[in-house]
């Protein structure tokens, strides 16, 4: 085996293919995370991404992009925006992870979107976890009939507040893939309220994840695209999403709605019309993710599996981060694990959006008073 680093700009055609035919040979890739078109956007926003190039007999049989940060801590490629990761190789292809760090000048390689049991990888799993989808592979009628069998009364209540929704403020259309961007900049609005409202960090506050958003955006092959959905209640818009596609499969990325609708749980509505058009488009599922909210639970029709797991090499710089990121994680996975912690954490961190947004409100006036409404 030799392993060869570069940047994704200085891969060529001819390796930019062989990437392409290793990804459509293995279903189990099949996620634009994934696909090399994602890899050269970020190698040209980001300075610390990297590629392995790993040949057998001079064949190249694998590929692994990764963020190289500093001390050598390395990280998935997008790390906390995206939902899958992995070695993009021939089947089976069984590496020594430790190896592979060496050649990739890593000290540790934290994930936790891993596809699941890939062969370097999998001694070094300490969790699987399922990341719900949408199955659509055979037909819209036949995925909304295992929907309204698992879960009727959420049905027709989603049902129901559509037709209400309708009703009160105008017909609904639904617009798959749309190419304008004021639409896009409406959703990442929406989406950045969210943050600021839930008390997250708010994303799109880094300038080059909305170049990324943009370039995604834009970008158009039958392999690999954005895909911008938006559902409007007459001409508003009311709830939309942005995500990214393969030739087979949609994965969750930005979903996104007007509050000022939210009685009608139009993010939910939302998703059922994305998985019609999806289907109509010749889409095989909607991968929605790991972890968050119970909709997942009631939407779902199967599951696929992502690892969670930590490689490292004998160093200081690996045993400081076991230290700073191993609890981390864990109190993560217990969390999202348990729907009670999770509703619990989620309203903490409501409340403190809500008096950080208020605070803000309140200096933008002159007038600052306590949290606590003392003075």
């Not at 899958?84 to 089947?91: D, E, K, Q």
């Not at 997250?200 to 995604?216: G, K, Y």
């Not at 912690?341 to 309140?362: E, I, P």
Request: charged share 25%.
């Amino acid at each position: 085996m030799n392993i060869s680093v570069v940047r994704p700009g200085d891969l060529g055609e001819s390796e930019i293919s062989r990437w392409r035919e290793l990804q459509g040979a293995d279903p189990s890739l099949d996620n634009p995370f994934l696909s090399v078109e994602f890899a050269l956007a970020m190698g040209r926003l980001r300075d610390y991404v990297r590629v392995a190039v790993i040949q057998d007999d001079n064949k190249i049989v694998g590929f692994f992009p990764y963020e190289r940060h500093n001390f050598g801590i390395g990280k998935p490629l997008g790390g906390f925006l995206t939902t899958c990761h992995g070695l993009i190789s021939v089947p089976d292809l069984r590496l020594n992870a430790r190896a592979l760090l060496r050649a990739c000048r890593l000290s540790v390689f934290d994930f936790d979107h891993l596809v699941a049991d890939q062969p370097t990888f999998a001694v070094h799993q300490s969790d699987v976890r399922p990341a719900p989808v949408m199955d659509l592979s055979g037909g819209f009628d036949f995925y909304i009939g295992q929907v309204k069998a698992n879960s009727p009364k959420n049905y027709k209540t989603v049902r129901y507040k559509e037709r209400k929704l309708g009703r009160e403020q105008g017909e609904l259309r639904f617009e798959w893939d749309s190419a304008d961007a004021a639409t896009l900049r409406t959703l990442l609005n929406w989406k950045s309220d969210q943050y600021r409202r839930t008390g997250r960090v708010d994303r799109f506050a880094q300038p080059w994840i909305v170049r990324l958003l943009d370039e995604m955006h834009a970008h158009r092959s039958e392999t690999f695209a954005g895909v911008l959905t938006m559902v409007y209640a007459g001409d508003t818009p009311v709830a939309g999403h942005f995500g990214l596609r393969t030739a087979h499969t949609l994965v969750g990325w930005f979903p996104a709605y007007d509050v000022e609708f939210a009685r009608y749980s139009p993010g939910i509505m939302h998703h059922l019309h994305m998985a019609e058009h999806a289907a109509n488009a010749g889409l095989r599922q909607v991968d929605m993710g790991k972890g968050g909210r119970e909709y997942k639970g009631w939407l779902k029709s199967g599951d696929l599996f992502v690892a969670e797991g930590r490689v490292s090499r004998p160093s200081a710089t690996a045993a400081v981060h076991w230290m700073g990121r191993t609890p981390v994680n864990k109190a993560r996975t217990i969390v999202t694990d348990r729907p009670r912690l999770y509703r619990l954490a989620d309203r903490v961190l409501k409340g403190f959006g809500r008096m950080r947004t208020s605070t803000q409100n309140q200096s933008a006036t002159g007038v600052v008073k306590e949290p606590w409404g003392v003075g």
